[in-house]
């Protein structure tokens, strides 16, 4: 399978400068929307999210972006703790010249906006947070806001460079979710998120041995109306879940029925439909 998937002709792309000379890729769709910036998770990268990013570009101008060490963005060793990643977002929408935008981040993108959200209160009109990482604590399959100890961070790193040491044909055949994605017909997935893994840095290890944002202290600054979206957990994660959200000032908390961490591919009807009734209040 040879599928190449780039963003429509009409969308610009380029690069800002940001921390320490540090470059990030973007992909911008330039509509008269609202601006709405997308973060994606950590073995992803922007364009992983071009399936709903093209469904957003009639009603809004989207951009996706690549978190340092990840798709075409540098690479350094270091800058990878939620308020580094905050501090990177929050430079990119000012070398783009955006203003008043929506934030929606999925899983470490989620932690993202939310540190984001919460060191510079006055940014975002809006923010959407779905799964974000410093909520997986709550499944127990999970560790969540726990920092990953010293055996499992080099696991992940291992994870990253047995990924860089296949081809992307490879990766296709041999990486059980690529496979996955290919047998069930969906080859424009696959491709973009084995493109993701041949690019990601081995560094970005760093994001778990920071970990993650605090829902304790952070969600009670975050100013903007919130939504948070979560994959369908017991009721014990769902209590804790409400505790959580309920730190927001201004916040609100869905669960989506059926889905799992990855709450757009798994539910993309229900999961957009939330997002764009929230969205049409704010």
Not at 89 to 111: K, Q, R, T, W, Y
Request: hydrophobic share 40%; charged share 30%.
């Amino acid at each position: 399978m040879t599928v190449e998937t780039r963003p429509p002709a009409d969308w610009t792309s380029g690069y800002v400068d940001v921390a320490d000379g540090v470059r990030l890729h973007y992909d911008r769709s330039g509509g008269a929307g609202p601006p709405l910036v997308i973060a994606h998770g950590v073995f992803d990268d922007g364009r992983c999210r071009l399936p709903l990013a093209r469904e957003l570009a009639d009603d809004y101008d989207v951009i996706v972006y690549d978190a340092r060490g990840h798709g075409h963005s540098d690479a350094p060793e270091s800058g990878y703790d939620a308020d580094a990643r905050a501090a990177d977002l929050i430079a990119l929408l000012e070398g783009l010249g955006v203003d008043d935008p929506i934030f929606f981040g999925h899983s470490m993108g989620g932690d993202t906006v939310l540190a984001a959200a919460a060191d510079y209160p006055d940014r975002p009109r809006a923010v959407v947070a779905v799964d974000p990482a410093c909520l997986l604590g709550h499944n127990a399959e999970n560790r969540g806001d726990d920092r990953m100890d010293d055996a499992e961070i080099e696991g992940i790193r291992q994870r990253i460079l047995w990924w860089q040491d296949h081809s992307k044909a490879e990766l296709l055949d041999a990486d059980d979710e690529l496979a996955g994605h290919v047998a069930a017909g969906d080859e424009e997935l696959a491709s973009l998120l084995a493109d993701a893994r041949l690019r990601v840095s081995p560094d970005i290890v760093e994001v778990f041995a920071s970990g993650w944002v605090d829902p304790g202290a952070a969600f009670p600054e975050i100013e903007a109306p919130t939504l948070v979206l979560r994959a369908d957990v017991d009721e014990e994660a769902r209590e804790r879940d409400r505790a959580a959200v309920d730190r927001l000032p201004d916040g609100r908390l869905v669960h989506v029925d059926d889905a799992g961490h990855c709450v757009f591919r798994d539910r993309r009807e229900s999961a957009t439909g939330e997002l764009r009734s929230f969205l049409d209040e704010v």
